[in-house]
């Protein structure tokens, strides 16, 4: 059974610092998803990544994989209030079937002025 | 394009009783899903389907039924509801592309009493 695991699942950060937030899953997989979700709202796709090594960027956040270690980092750079949310990432169960995503428990993101 | 759109927003219903959660897509996507969202717990998956006409379960399925008779449609059926079912439901659609990105509806808040 795949499980996937995120740390923190809190986090608090001051504005202008910088964190990486961490999921680990059990089973072999080639891609990763990261989402993003607003209160009260659904998510939004950030990153997908389908390869070992891959990295990707976008403003302030950067995700990367490694499939060897089952790992991506999803890193942000000097925070900025607007990225208050919570994170996702989800992985697909049965060799890539992207209809069937096992989500982490999710990161809540606070930044603090 | 409307994406995928979801219905009602909101509704509350006494234990015992039935209803149904609709869920439409304008993508043309082949993959559909529905999801539940509970404190603490992430999205899980309840069914999923790859094509009209065809429906699997997920990992917390009890309780719930679908059907796929058109592309665009993907309904989910509370048979009687239970306090337990009280969740926010997001249903997600995708092409089996190489990408495989999951986009999400605006989900349902469901309150059993």
């Known amino acids: 059974e795949l499980k996937v695991e995120q740390n923190p699942l809190f986090l608090s950060m001051q504005e202008g610092k910088n964190y990486t937030i961490y999921c680990n899953y059990s089973?072999?997989?080639?891609?990763l998803y990261w989402y993003r979700q607003d209160p009260g709202k659904s998510l939004e796709s950030l990153f997908v990544l389908l390869s070992n090594g891959a990295v990707k960027q976008e403003g302030r956040l950067m995700a990367s994989l490694d499939t060897k270690a089952r790992l991506s980092t999803l890193h942000i750079t000097a925070a900025v209030h607007d990225l208050s949310a919570t994170y996702f990432c989800?992985?697909?169960?049965?060799?890539?079937?992207?209809?069937?995503?096992?989500f982490g428990k999710g990161t809540l993101l606070t930044v603090n002025p | 394009n409307a994406g995928v759109t979801q219905t009602p927003k909101f509704q509350v219903l006494k234990t015992g009783q039935s209803m149904t959660l609709q869920c439409a897509q304008d993508m043309n996507h082949e993959y559909m899903s529905w999801y539940r969202q509970d404190p603490g717990m992430g999205l899980r998956l309840i069914h999923y389907?790859?094509?009209?006409?065809?429906?699997d379960q997920g990992e917390v399925p009890n309780g719930y039924n679908v059907s796929r008779s058109t592309t665009e449609d993907f309904p989910l059926r509370l048979l009687s509801a239970a306090p337990s079912q009280t969740s926010v439901y997001f249903c997600?659609?995708?092409?089996?592309?190489?990408?495989?990105?999951?986009?999400f509806g605006p989900g349902t808040r469901l309150l059993v009493l």
């Open positions: 997600a659609s995708s092409y089996p592309d190489t990408l495989g990105t999951q986009y």
């Open positions: 989800a992985v697909p169960n049965s060799g890539g079937s992207n209809y069937k995503l096992t």
């Open positions: 089973t072999t997989s080639d891609r």
């Open positions: 389907s790859v094509g009209a006409g065809i429906t």
